[in-house]
T-cell receptor, first 113, second 108 residues
Framework: NAGVTQTPKFRVLKTGQSMTLLCAQD?????MYWYRQDPGMGLRLIHY???????AKGEVPDGYNVSRLKKQNFLLGLESAAPSQTSVYFC????????????FGPGTRLLVL | RKEVEQDPGPFNVPEGATVAFNCTYS??????FFWYRQDCRKEPKLLMS???SGNEDGRFTAQLNRASQYISLLIRDSKLSDSATYLC?????????FGPGTRLSVLP
């Protein structure tokens, strides 16, 4: 039981490049989330999903897209990376309720030059 | 006003000390409250949920004051292993809002 895993762990991009971050969970959780964490800002919700095939915008969705084609996977895409997207990205999952504990992946550190 | 605010810290305390963290939230409709712990360069992990009646888990005690929209976390008999950043988390509608965190360093 690996819990929540994220791929890659670290990436450097040039401005304008695209990439996809992969989140996978093996706990059969319905809800999945993508956050970014910046110094002094706390975690901010980018997008979330309450089930396979559904996604919704969070607090800071601009510049990101997501897909949840399989229940266990939640993908975060950056179509044209900008230096402002330099951050640590965390994926999380929880049981079918926003009241449940969220389990986080180890994070992806992204540097956009 | 930010939705969730915390003591800026850092808190540097000796082993064995008692330390308290404060958190305030702005949305009076919030229903669920948590404290998460985050070690340096690691992911957040749930420390404890916060219930209206207050709750205790070993050396950790959490309190909620709905009237003042205030949450607290008390750590007694601090250990070196308690050194981490403590995140206050509050639900806003269907989502959760994380506070910026308060860093604690327990010194030998």
């Amino acid at each position: 039981n690996a819990g929540v895993t994220q791929t890659p762990k670290f990436r450097v991009l040039k401005t304008g490049q695209s990439m996809t971050l992969l989140c996978a969970q093996d706990m059969n959780h319905e809800y999945m989330y993508w956050y970014r964490q910046d110094p002094g800002m706390g975690l901010r919700l980018i997008h979330y999903s309450v089930g396979e095939g559904t996604t919704a915008k969070g607090e800071v969705p601009d510049g990101y897209n997501v897909s949840r084609l399989k229940k266990q996977n939640f993908l975060l895409g950056l179509e044209s990376a900008a230096p402002s997207q330099t951050s640590v990205y965390f994926c999380a999952s929880s049981l079918a309720s926003h009241w449940e504990t969220q389990y986080f992946g180890p994070g992806t550190r992204l540097l956009v030059l | 006003r930010k939705e969730v605010e915390q003591d800026p810290g850092p808190f540097n305390v000796p082993e064995g000390a008692t330390v308290a963290f404060n958190c305030t939230y702005s949305n009076s409709a919030s229903q669920s409250f948590f404290w998460y712990r985050q070690d340096c360069r690691k992911e957040p992990k749930l420390l404890m949920s916060v219930y209206s009646s207050g709750n205790e888990d070993g050396r950790f005690t959490a309190q909620l004051n709905r009237a003042s929209q205030y949450i607290s976390l008390l750590i007694r008999d601090s250990k070196l292993s308690d050194s981490a950043t403590y995140l206050c988390v509050v639900n806003v509608g269907q989502n959760f809002v994380f506070g910026p965190g308060t860093r604690l360093s327990v010194l030998p």
